[in-house]
C-alpha cells in the first residue's frame, strides 16, 4: 500500500483499482504514512495558513428533496427560514470585522431568491467589500443564471456532485434530480469562470469502496479548485434516518487522498467532520485540509439549518466561533490568515 502512496505522492495517475485497493484496505498505521505526505504536500503549497470562510445560511426553503437532507421540502418538521437582504448585509459586517474575506451565501433551492434579487444581494456585498470573494453555494441553476452571478461579481461556486456513480446517485436522490444536469452544472461554471467546487459525503447510504474511487477519478479528471467533503451523518427527520453515519477514520484517509491527487486544491475540514469527532476539525487538517468554514448566520436561526443531527456550533456568536477555531488551530502550529485565500493555482484549464 504504501508504494502506492508513493506513487500518488510522486503525482503518479492511480488506476480505479488501486484507489479501490487503498480506501478497502487502509490502516491506521497507512493512514499516518498518508497523513506525513500529505500534510507535506499541503505546507509546500499552502504554509500552516488556515483560510477562513464566514458561511451564511441564508434560508432553509428548498425544492428538492435529498433523501439525505434535513431541509428536504417533504420534512415538514423542518421550521423554515429567510434572511433578508440587510440580515446578509451585517452578517458580512460583522464577519469583515472579525477578519473574513470570503463569504459563502449558502442555502437550498428556493424560488424565492430569484435571479434578480440574488444579483442584487451579490452587487451589493462586492460594492460594500470589494476585497472580499463572494462564494455562492445554491444548488443547480441555468448556465444564463450562473453567469448573471459572476457578472454580479460573484468569485466562487460550491456544487457537491454527490457522486461520480450513476446508480449511486439515484439512490440518494428522487427522479427529478439527475446527475448529468449536475455535472452539467459544474462543467458550465468551469467554463464562466468560477471557482469552482465540488464533493461528496463519506459513507453516504449505498456508498462502496469502488464508488469513492469513481469520486477520485472524477475529481482527477475535472480538477476542481475546491473540494468539499464529509461524513454523512442520519437526520432524524429524513428517509435515512437509521442509516449508519460515515466515519472520522474514512473521511480522514479521503482528505489525504484529495490532498495527494490534487496537490493545489483548497479543502475544508468541514463541520460535519466537528461534529462526529470532537477533534474532528484539527484532525482533517493534520489529514492535509486548508480550509474552516466558520458560520456568520444570526444564533436565532442556526438550529433551523439542520442538515443532519447534532450539528456543532449553532449556540454561539460569530466572533466566539471564530475565536474559538483560532485557539484550536494554535493548538495544532496552524495559524488562521485574513486574506481571501484564493487557489494557489491560477492556470485550471478549462
Ligand atoms: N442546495 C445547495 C446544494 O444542493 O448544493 C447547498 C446546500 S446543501 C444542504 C449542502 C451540502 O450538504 C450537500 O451538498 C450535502 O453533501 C450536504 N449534506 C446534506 N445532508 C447531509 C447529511 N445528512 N450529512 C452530511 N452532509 C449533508
Ligand atoms: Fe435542498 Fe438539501 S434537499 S438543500
Do not use: W
Not at 474575506?101 to 434578480?116: A, K, P, S
Not at 460515515?246 to 495527494?260: D, K, P, Q, V
Not at 486544491?265 to 466537528?274: D, E, M, N, R
Request: charged share 25%.
Amino acid at each position: 500500500m504504501k508504494e502506492l502512496i508513493d506513487k500518488l505522492y510522486k503525482n503518479t495517475v492511480l488506476s480505479k483499482q488501486e484507489y479501490k485497493y487503498l480506501i478497502e484496505n487502509f490502516n491506521p498505521e497507512i493512514s499516518e504514512y498518508l497523513f506525513e505526505k500529505s500534510r507535506e504536500v499541503r505546507h509546500r503549497y499552502y504554509g500552516h495558513d488556515i483560510y477562513i470562510r464566514g458561511l451564511i445560511e441564508f434560508t432553509n426553503y428548498c425544492k428538492n428533496d435529498c433523501y439525505y437532507c434535513g431541509i428536504r421540502c417533504s420534512n415538514r418538521n423542518a421550521q423554515r427560514y429567510r434572511l433578508s437582504k440587510d440580515d446578509i448585509l451585517s452578517c458580512c459586517k460583522e464577519g469583515y470585522e472579525l477578519g473574513f474575506r470570503t463569504f459563502v451565501l449558502q442555502g437550498g433551492e428556493d424560488n424565492y431568491f430569484t435571479d434578480d434579487k440574488m444579483t442584487d444581494i451579490i452587487s451589493e456585498m462586492k460594492n460594500n467589500y470589494p476585497d472580499c470573494a463572494v462564494t455562492l453555494s445554491i444548488g443547480e441553476k441555468s448556465r444564463e443564471s450562473y453567469e448573471r452571478f459572476f457578472n454580479a461579481g460573484a468569485d466562487r461556486y460550491l456544487l457537491r456532485h454527490e457522486t461520480a456513480n450513476n446508480e449511486h446517485y439515484s439512490k440518494l436522490h428522487p427522479d427529478k434530480l439527475s446527475p448529468i444536469n449536475r455535472k452539467r452544472c459544474l462543467r458550465d461554471l468551469k467554463e464562466i469562470g468560477y471557482q469552482v467546487g465540488c464533493g461528496f459525503m463519506v459513507g453516504s447510504p449505498f456508498q462502496t469502496a469502488e464508488n469513492l474511487a469513481e469520486d477520485m477519478i472524477f475529481l482527477k479528471e475535472f480538477r476542481p479548485h475546491m473540494v468539499g467533503i464529509g461524513p454523512f451523518i442520519a437526520q432524524h427527520d429524513t428517509p435515512f434516518r437509521d442509516m449508519p453515519n460515515g466515519t472520522l477514520e474514512l473521511t480522514l484517509f479521503m482528505l489525504g487522498l484529495i490532498r495527494l491527487t490534487l496537490p493545489y486544491v483548497l479543502l475544508p475540514s468541514t463541520t460535519a467532520l466537528g461534529t462526529i469527532h470532537p477533534l474532528g476539525r484539527e484532525k482533517g487538517i493534520l489529514a492535509g485540509a486548508n480550509v474552516i468554514m466558520p458560520n456568520l448566520s444570526p444564533v436565532s436561526v442556526r438550529k433551523k439549518y439542520m442538515l443532519y443531527d447534532n450539528k456543532i456550533c449553532t449556540g454561539d456568536e460569530a466572533a466566539e466561533c471564530k475565536n474559538c477555531l483560532q485557539s484550536r488551530m494554535r493548538s495544532i502550529g496552524y495559524n488562521v490568515v485574513t486574506s481571501r485565500g484564493d487557489c494557489k493555482q491560477s492556470a485550471i484549464s478549462n
